[in-house]
């Protein structure tokens, strides 16, 4: 597992170590509860979000742009992440395991930039979110 410091240490295609993120229901419970979004059940209970018509709960989305970020942050620790953009195809459910992956689709070595695919797919391979960082790295 190679932590990238500099952008000469990145690869055109590089995949990034994958990632399990915590979907436990205690997890989004707190989660929401600090972000300020608990009370409803959607992130704390899953017969209250199925309830709503929602299939179980559910991770809050900001929570996985906290874990991408986290993904990039531990392949490349002096990174600076400019941007990232993301699609929530289809919910994150809370107590069903997920993996995250990136990989790196564009290197700019003169303007110190990198661009990453994200994803974020449940036990069923599923893409359940994915989106694109640009991430700036030191020469």
Do not use: C
């Not at 700019?108 to 449940?122: C, F, M, P, T, Y």
């Amino acid at each position: 597992r190679m932590t990238i410091h500099v952008i000469s240490d990145v690869e055109f295609g590089e995949e990034l170590p994958e990632f399990r993120p915590d979907t436990a229901l205690d997890a989004t419970s707190a989660f929401a509860e600090i972000a300020g979004y608990s009370g409803g059940g959607r992130f704390e209970d899953h017969e209250k979000a199925r309830a709503q018509g929602l299939p179980g709960a559910l991770m809050p989305g900001i929570m996985g742009m906290g874990y991408l970020s986290r993904v990039i942050h531990e392949w490349a620790p002096t990174a600076t992440i400019k941007q990232i953009d993301t699609v929530f195809r289809a919910p994150v459910l809370a107590d069903h395991d997920h993996t995250i992956t990136a990989v790196v689709t564009d290197v700019d070595e003169d303007g110190g930039e990198v661009v990453l695919d994200l994803a974020i797919k449940n036990e069923q391979d599923e893409t359940r979110v994915f989106g694109t960082a640009t991430v700036s790295i030191p020469n």
